[in-house]
């Protein structure tokens, strides 16, 4: 959010802030399709509101990824009676592990019987980052060591799902 900010930050609201600010989402996750409808709706809000200033774009900016985060369209399709898979993809530090976490803890809350595959075998503190959400929520971890085969604990991971009718399985 401090990249963000600053890409508002004493700028004239103009094509180069738009564009520096969808290299901005697309780098952050958001992924390519979610960055053009924000920035399309940002600048139908912005001309609609005849913004002149560039920190309140920012605002208007906030109020939409608000509103696309606590839509409907951010519920997870669960269905009964199978395994559900949630891959769970990005860049380093955007909060992968984190999110891992706290969906396996509502999923939990809403008696889903949830496994997760600690798949990031590149970096040691994602697997004890996931063996702490794991002892946290009650949730089971599959890992392996540091620097092993992610597909062997993807493999694994959904096996043992599969084995003892986990409703979930994280990876």
Do not use: C
Request: hydrophobic share 40%; no cysteine; aromatic share 6%.
């Amino acid at each position: 959010f401090t990249k963000l900010k600053e890409v508002f930050t004493g700028k004239p609201i103009d094509d180069e802030m738009y564009e520096e600010l969808e290299d901005l989402l697309i780098q952050s996750d958001l992924g390519f399709d979610m960055t053009l409808r924000v920035i399309e709706e940002l600048e139908e809000r912005v001309k609609k509101a005849k913004v002149k200033d560039s920190e309140e774009v920012y605002e208007i900016l906030k109020q939409i990824l608000r509103e696309k985060i606590s839509s409907e369209n951010s519920a997870l399709d669960i269905a009964d009676g199978k395994l559900n898979i949630i891959l769970v993809v990005g860049v380093n530090g955007v909060g992968k592990t984190t999110s891992i976490g706290k969906i396996a803890s509502k999923l939990k809350q809403k008696n889903k019987k949830v496994i997760i595959g600690a798949a990031d075998t590149f970096r040691a503190a994602a697997i004890e980052q996931l063996e702490e959400w794991g002892k946290r929520t009650g949730v089971e971890v599959i890992k392996q060591s540091h620097g092993s085969d992610p597909g062997a604990v993807v493999f694994e991971t959904i096996s043992t799902a599969r084995s003892t009718k986990y409703d979930v399985a994280i990876i």
